[in-house]
T-cell receptor
């Protein structure tokens, strides 16, 4: 399928390394944050979420960190694998709104 | 398996033609959404619906129309008024505002 990663920020890592993908947001009222993974030609897939009353949340091989002071969100992927190659989006919601705001995404390339 | 099904996967439109993209979900979600994705950009909201028989315009609704006659279905029509329709279209649904959206695998629309 066609790539959705054209002209996106790109992070290249070696297989087995840890990856850190960053996201800045601007709305101080945002209280719910989500990370998605999008493989070429497919729809975004939910990875992990975090609410504003938390600073850190861990899943399987992934950790999300939230720094509300500087409005920064990061996704850490441990022991990155070639199957992790994709575009990663952050999204934020505020005040119970149904509508999230999506970032542009970061293209992660994992070299075997 | 529960999920969101978009069809067709690829669609071609002739000048002056309206085309309809299908989106069906069996997740029993109340809210459904349509997004447009262009290379190197984040998702842009076209229309959304929180309940049956109700929908609201998103950020780029011009040239598009929707209907929500059934909870599980939210078709999108790309009309001839949309002068730049070539894009990847994504449908999503969610159970409520503080839960993540689930996405279909998209429809790629091109102009003949």
């Amino acid at each position: 399928g066609e790539s959705v990663g054209l002209h996106l920020p790109t992070l290249s890592v070696q297989e087995g390394d840890n990856s850190i993908i960053n996201c800045a947001y601007s709305n101080s009222a945002s209280d719910y944050f989500i990370w998605y993974k999008q493989e070429s030609g497919k729809g975004p897939q939910f990875i992990i979420d975090i609410r504003s009353n938390m600073d850190k949340r861990q899943g399987q091989r992934v950790t999300v960190l939230l720094n509300k002071t500087v409005k920064h969100l990061s996704l850490q992927i441990a022991a990155t694998q070639p199957g992790d190659s994709a575009v990663y989006f952050c999204a934020e919601r505020s005040g119970g709104s149904y509508i999230p705001t999506f970032g542009r995404g970061t293209s992660l390339i994992v070299h075997p | 398996d529960g999920g969101i099904t978009q069809s067709p996967k690829y669609l071609f439109r002739k000048e002056g033609q309206n085309v309809t993209l299908s989106c069906e979900q069996n997740l029993n979600h109340d809210a459904m959404y349509w997004y447009r994705q262009d290379p190197g950009q984040g998702l842009r909201l076209i229309y959304y619906s929180q309940i049956v028989n109700d929908f609201q315009k998103g950020d780029i609704a011009e040239g598009y129309s929707v209907s929500r006659e059934k909870k599980e279905s939210f078709p999108l029509t790309v009309t001839s008024a949309q002068k730049n329709p070539t894009a990847f279209y994504l449908c999503a649904s969610s159970i409520m505002s503080n839960q993540p959206q689930h996405f279909g695998d998209g429809t790629r629309l091109s102009i003949l």
